[in-house]
């Protein structure tokens, strides 16, 4: 009987080891890693240029209207010995700066009603409802107009009694004469001629600088220069291909001294 138990068991140990199958486990390639390109999605950027462009002196309304006007400002001086300084003072305040109503559809830059004027005429709000004020076809001759208008009337007199270049006491006197009723007037007029330095016209025609002929602007054949940081004489004379005498004998200057926003004829024909 135990011989029968020892030859079953050595049975089932053979059995057991030839039903066994090898598990054999198999590892798996590394794929190779695909790398995307990377695709930038900005626009490609222009190149920047190092040069620099050069810079433009831009001129508001009032310093437009003094580049415009003071050589017509200067032949009336020279005629009338109005001050160039208080006429374009005058003309910056009455036609705001060439930009009111008067100005631009009546070429008015200085506010005179009609007075017994014959020639053409436009009506507008001032003192009182559509009061008639004169009417102009050129700019130019209202100017005429505003310096005949000051001699022709006694009471404007005792100004020309004053220095050609006292734009003070002239300021003082139109007002005192009754040309304007605000009391602020002078005071308008001084603080623009301060400001946008106008008394150098005055300076200009008493220093004997001509402009070229009794024209409208449009004719006349003038080169300014607002002067800006870093400006001189000898820079100016340079770039206008000009002298430095000559630069002084047109704007009437005893030295070579510049102010920022001082205009400058740099040529005149």
């Known amino acids: 009987m135990k011989r029968i138990l020892i030859v079953l068991l050595v049975g089932l140990v053979v059995f057991s080891c ?13 794929e190779p890693e695909v790398v995307q390109p990377t695709t930038n999605t ?37 005629k009338y010995k ?5 006429t374009l003072a005058q003309g910056i ?12 559809e009546a070429n008015n830059h200085f506010g005179i009603k009609c007075h017994g004027w014959t020639g053409k005429k436009i009506y507008h709000d001032d003192d009182r409802s559509q009061e008639c004020f004169r009417k102009y076809d050129h700019a130019k001759t209202s100017f005429e107009d505003h310096s005949d208008f000051l001699t ?40 623009l001629i301060e400001r946008y330095q106008l008394d150098q016209y005055d300076d200009m025609v008493l220093h004997g600088v001509k402009t070229t002929k009794s024209v409208d602007l449009p004719e006349l054949e ?20 000009t002298t430095v005498e000559e630069l002084k004998r047109l704007n009437g200057l005893k030295n070579n001294d510049l102010s920022l926003g001082q205009m400058l004829i740099v040529k005149s024909n």
């Not at 305040?93 to 631009?104: A, D, P």
């Not at 050609?164 to 001084?190: C, F, H, M, Q, V």
Request: charged share 30%.
């Open 42 to 78: 900005e626009p490609a950027k222009e190149p920047v240029s190092i040069i620099s462009k050069p810079t433009e002196t831009v001129l508001n309304a009032t310093e437009q209207y003094i580049l415009d006007y003071h050589l017509i400002a200067m032949e009336e001086m020279r």
């Open 152 to 191: 022709s009337r006694g009471r404007y007199a005792n100004l020309f009694k004053l220095r050609e270049n006292d734009y003070k006491g002239w300021a003082r006197g139109l007002r005192a004469a009754g040309y304007a009723t605000d009391r602020k007037y002078p005071d308008k007029l001084i603080s």
């Open 93 to 104: 305040l009455e036609s705001g700066s060439g930009r009111g109503r008067l100005s631009v």
């Open 222 to 241: 003038v080169v300014s220069h607002k002067v800006v940081k870093g400006d001189t004489l000898y820079s100016l004379s340079k770039r206008y291909d």
């Open 82 to 86: 109005i001050p160039a300084s208080i």
């Open 18 to 30: 030839g039903s066994k199958k090898r598990i054999v486990t198999k590892k798996k390639r590394a």
